[in-house]
């Protein structure tokens, strides 16, 4: 047997609490998850083999194809709208100086630290179509708000509108980024001529093209995995949950129903690797993409 | 204050204007930003019969502070806080150490499969949660430890990003010091212990934050695995009690809503500066 370097025996003892983890908790259970998607399993009895069953099922569900029409709606609406309302407050961060930026971008943030099913619960209150203050507001300018919270049409919308509360991080990342650009490179293209929109257009941006495209992903990839906001304002009890149809199925509800409401272990797997397929795959475009539109400087940072 | 150059043909003017422009838009974007916490906080005040008023009534008429007892007793929400909290901290303290440790053998020495390893880690760091609760549940089930807290605290230190976040901590750390200290004999251990940790302090401290915050506003988990109201965390409390009475007392929702928001908020207006860096830094924040 060949002899394991002294090195490598100390870096295993300081790997070995969290390799244990990894295997246990996360590995493993990914590889079971693997086998139960191939399965029929209730709890009851023990796992029955069905092959490619409940994929095929996923493609059949209409529950599926509801939930996942929902979930891309939402995903299609609030990845842009949140990352160009959160870019334009970190311009406008940007631009002022001192006490008052510390202080906006405080404020900013609050919202974020708001657990997900406090912000649930509150915009059910506010998004009230006879109650709520967003369509008291639009009816300042004579406009009727719609139903936001029970007309099956405006439930999405009413869910993009609450996301849209919630931009503390993204404005945060990309304001640490807007700092980071040299002041020397706008101030030359200023000297230049260049107007506000080409020094934006053609210095800024691609000088924070990697914290924007690294928000696209992360924001994405919460938005397809949109849970806890929703369940706390339409599935928290029985009558929320029939009154509304499924006009706010997204697709990680419909998997907790699968899994711990009809105890369907099997078939919520599937739904849970098909989910996993869908973010690798939309993560790989959106480097590839990336790679094309993103501008790293030629000396990397630590690391 | 910074000078910022005019544009060639600006006036001081017409630069005034501009900077009262942007702060007022800046103002505006504050505004609402804070009006749901204020409107939640005066709602949480009105009676049940203030609700449907049109038009809206601004101010609770009268001031009913009834609604937070109420609130408070309605559900066990202290012993919420209890629970939330203190599965906070140890989630916090078994992540940081485990993943320090483990972030140091990547950082810092060389051995055999640290490529693999490192590769496995990454390729886990896109793996949604959704994936890995089921069987963990089927698992922890077996164990005896669904409707109970080391559900919430034992599987919770599987944190790639946090190996990834110290790692470039630990890197930072000039080597040199580490070589002083082995010349004068310490070994693996106390180098860690002693010279790398206390080194990497702002990164442990940025770290912690983010994953107290995430513990703390954690809602899957504890919905999954949580059935006891005594062993409820913050966050499913407030679900079951909007689920109780969301359609019936918006005051008395509003308040629970509001016991479990303001204590985070006093936390971060006082360590701000602090949080919101580390979150830049990090990039991530959790959400």
Known sequence: MRRIRPETRWAYVFLLPWLIGLVVFQLGPMVASLVLSFTDFDLIGSPEFVGLGNYAKTAQDPKVLRAVGNTVYYTALHVPLSIALALALALMLNRITGRAAGVFRTIFYLPSMTPYVAVGVLFLFLLNGQAGMVNQFLGLFGIEGPQWTTDPDWILPGIVLMSLWNLGSTTIILFAALRNVPRELTEAAMIDGAGRWQRFRSITLPMISSAVFFVVIINTISALQMFDQVYAMFFGNQIAQQSHGDAALFYVVYLFQQAFQFLHMGYASALAWVLFLVIMVITLIQVKVGNRLVYYEAEEHAG | ?287
């Open chain 2, 1 to 287: 204050m910074a000078v910022i150059p005019a544009s060639p043909g600006s006036r001081p003017g017409a630069r005034r204007l501009g900077r009262i422009g942007l702060h007022a838009a800046l103002a505006a974007g504050g505004l609402l930003m804070l009006f749901p916490f204020v409107w939640m906080l005066l709602t949480s005040f009105k009676g049940a019969h203030q609700m449907l008023n049109t038009p809206l009534d601004w101010l609770p008429n009268p001031w009913r502070a009834q609604n937070y007892p109420d609130a408070f007793g309605a559900l066990p929400f202290a012993q919420a806080y209890w629970n939330s909290f203190y599965i906070a901290v140890l989630n916090v303290v078994l992540t940081l150490f485990t993943s320090a440790m483990a972030a140091y053998a990547f950082a810092r020495i060389r051995f055999r499969g640290s490529g693999l390893l490192f590769g496995l880690f990454l390729a886990t760091q896109m793996v949604p949660q959704q994936v890995t609760v089921v069987p963990l549940y089927l698992m922890l089930a077996e164990l005896g430890w669904v409707d109970s807290h080391l559900a919430l605290i034992v599987p919770g230190f599987v944190n790639p990003f946090a190996v990834f976040l110290l790692r470039q901590f630990i890197r930072a750390v000039p080597i040199e010091l580490e070589e002083a200290a082995r010349l004068d004999g310490a070994g693996r251990w106390t180098i860690f212990w002693r010279i790398v940790l206390p080194n990497v302090r702002p990164g442990l401290g940025a770290l912690g934050i983010i994953v107290f915050l995430a513990s703390w506003n954690g809602f899957f988990f504890p919905l999954i695995f949580l059935n006891s109201p005594e062993l409820a965390t913050v966050p499913l409390l407030v679900s079951q009690f909007a689920g109780q009475h969301g359609a019936t007392d918006y005051g008395l929702t509003l308040a629970a809503s509001a016991i479990s928001v303001i204590p985070m908020m006093i936390a971060f207006l006082i360590g701000q500066r602090r949080i919101l860096n580390s979150m830049a830094m990090s990039g991530l924040g959790g959400r």
